[in-house]
């Protein structure tokens, strides 16, 4: 056995993986350990199923993907010859009873251990017991005379894995994580992470992945405790790199010497933060060369526009103005300056002659009837096919810009402007695309393309909603105001509250049982929506899978 070292440096690699691109990955790999090697580190560490890229889904399923897996880990296994770094990296691996979620121990120029997950999540965006098995309770990794439990990511969030190893000897806990972001999630992260400190006293490493993966974002935000519960370290949110820490033993247990204290993104910042890095790991890791969308004058768009040049970079957007009759000067005016303002492509294609084309087209069928939402719904769907028609020219993405209030209740055309490919504000209620656009005209993150200061014309804050398909429209004329609507939506859709729980909290029935009514009915437009970031704790699709085909209703 090897004799037990005084110190121990391992470096962090909190990295942006892409699923499915193995040879990829495994470059990332080895050039994150020549960096680690440069530092002069003992053990670089992965996160969950880098490999591979988490979430890797029922890829799981081909045995040829696992296998391509595996070749990898052995094939980096193999520049740990060299003496330097050894690896933990996250992979799946096939075991006897079928494919376990792993940890891969490379050191020596070979795989010298491995360690499988027990506990796999099966609630929210998590499915993992459909394509692994779980692994045993097992005691510590050994390397270079230092023992170390490696709990893969649901592991620490139930005592029994911890416990397991702290009674079998470990000495450090090293936990790689692929943990999607919601709000408030680095301080639940951190929460979990006291409470297994506190029960066995060890330290404890949590390395976590910074990309987004359709709709889920990862937030990196890697820390480490003392076994005194202290914050050892804590790199930042919404970044990648690789950071050497330092640590020295104090007997049966270890303390970080050195390690970096970064502030976190918080809040309606981190929610921003979280939108441009989904939009942007999408339109990149997807090849597209860029996104196109309409520019019409209202708030959505013009946040989706400034989601997207922070995100691509202005050279890599294209905004559209697509005018018919009911579309106002005023609209005309704030879309031509929020192009301006964040140096994009600018193009007004008026739609007035396929739109009275379609109506004349359809007049005989539609004789004897009133005009009405179908002939609104026309304007829409035109400026859906003109988007489209773009991007199959060109190239780009369309970018849808529905924001989660009007998906909620149906205020969305399909085949209009439901048409695209991604949308950056899916999750967002109305009144937090109102609060995100007035942060980012004085506010913007690090790794934003952007210009600084006002990109969002405050006229564009300010004045009403209006999806302008009819004269003088307004959103509430349709809908309750959005600061009811939102906080009633939150209680239905994120809360489940029931409708009499939301009504005694002096919500008007009314108004509530027209909202569940909508919700409900609106289910078979959200099955065909484009995916978008996910940032609060219930997105729909994921996390809420309700039937298309359903009567009930919540009596109140």
């Given amino acids: 056995m090897t004799a037990a070292p005084a110190e121990l440096s391992i470096a962090i690699a909190q990295l942006n993986p892409v699923v499915g691109d193995i040879a990829g990955n495994l470059k990332k790999a080895r050039a994150a350990r020549a960096e680690a090697k440069g530092q002069g580190a003992d053990l670089i560490v992965f996160t969950e199923i880098f490999i591979g890229g988490y979430p890797p889904e029922d890829l799981v399923l081909k045995p040829s993907f696992v296998a391509a897996c595996e070749a990898a880990v ?31 121990l490379l050191d020596g120029g070979k795989v010298s251990g491995l360690r499988f997950k027990v506990e796999l999540p099966n609630y929210g965006v ?49 936990v790689p994580n692929g943990s999607p972001y919601w709000r408030g999630k680095p301080d639940e992260r951190i929460q979990v992470a006291a409470a297994r400190v ?54 049966r247990t270890w303390t970080c010497g050195t390690g970096p204290k970064a502030k976190l993104i918080e809040g309606d910042e981190a929610d921003y933060a979280a939108c441009v890095l989904g939009l942007r790991d999408y339109v990149t890791k997807n090849g597209f060369p860029g996104v196109v969308l309409g520019l019409s004058g209202g708030i959505d768009s013009a946040l989706c526009a400034a989601l997207a040049v922070d995100a691509l970079g202005a050279d890599k957007v294209h905004c559209i103005m697509l005018p018919y009759k009911f579309t106002s000067e005023e609209s005309l005016g704030d879309a031509a300056r929020c192009a301006k303002a964040l140096g994009v492509r600018y193009d007004v294609v008026p739609i007035k002659d396929p739109v009275e084309g379609f109506e004349a087209t359809l007049s005989d069928l539609f004789k004897g009837t009133n005009r009405g939402i179908t002939e609104e719904n026309l304007q829409s769907r035109v400026r859906g096919t003109i988007l489209m028609s773009v991007s199959n020219k060109f190239g780009p993405m369309v970018v849808t810009t529905g924001n989660k209030s009007e998906m909620s209740v149906g205020y969305a055309t399909l085949y209009g402007d439901m048409n695209g490919g991604y949308n950056p504000i899916k999750d967002l209620y109305k009144t937090e695309v109102f609060r995100l656009s007035e942060l980012r005209n004085r506010w913007k993150p690090h790794c934003a393309l952007g210009p600084d200061g006002e990109v969002i014309p405050k006229n564009i804050i300010v004045k009403p909603p209006s999806a302008e398909l009819r004269e003088n429209q307004k959103d509430q004329d349709s809908l309750p105001p959005y600061d009811i609507l939102d906080a009633i939506l939150e209680r239905l859709v994120e809360g489940e509250d029931s409708v009499s729980e939301i009504i005694a909290s002096g919500f008007d029935a009314e108004t509530v049982k027209k909202v569940e009514r909508l919700l409900y009915l609106a289910e078979y437009k959200r099955r065909q929506a484009a995916p978008g970031v996910k940032v609060t704790r219930k997105n729909f699709g994921r996390d809420r899978r309700y039937p298309i085909t359903n009567r009930f209703r919540d009596g109140g």
């Fill in 126 to 174: 998590f499915d993992e017991k459909r394509v692994f098995v779980p692994g045993p309770l097992m005691g510590p990794l050994e390397f270079r005379g230092v023992h170390i439990g490696v709990p893969i990511c649901e592991d620490m969030w139930q005592p029994e894995v911890t416990e397991t190893l702290c009674d079998t000897g470990a000495e450090l806990l090293i």
């Fill in 198 to 251: 506190a029960e066995c006293g060890l330290a404890l490493i949590y390395t976590n992945q910074n990309c987004g993966q359709d709709d889920l974002i990862f937030d990196g935000g890697s820390f480490a405790l003392n076994g005194d519960s202290s914050l050892a370290f804590q790199l930042p949110t919404f970044a990648e790199g690789v950071t050497l820490t330092k640590w020295v033993r104090h007997g």
């Fill in 74 to 104: 052995k094939s980096l296994a193999e520049d740990t010859e060299d003496g330097g770094p050894g690896v933990l990296i996250g992979t799946p691996w096939r075991g006897k009873e079928g494919v376990h979620n792993a940890v891969a």
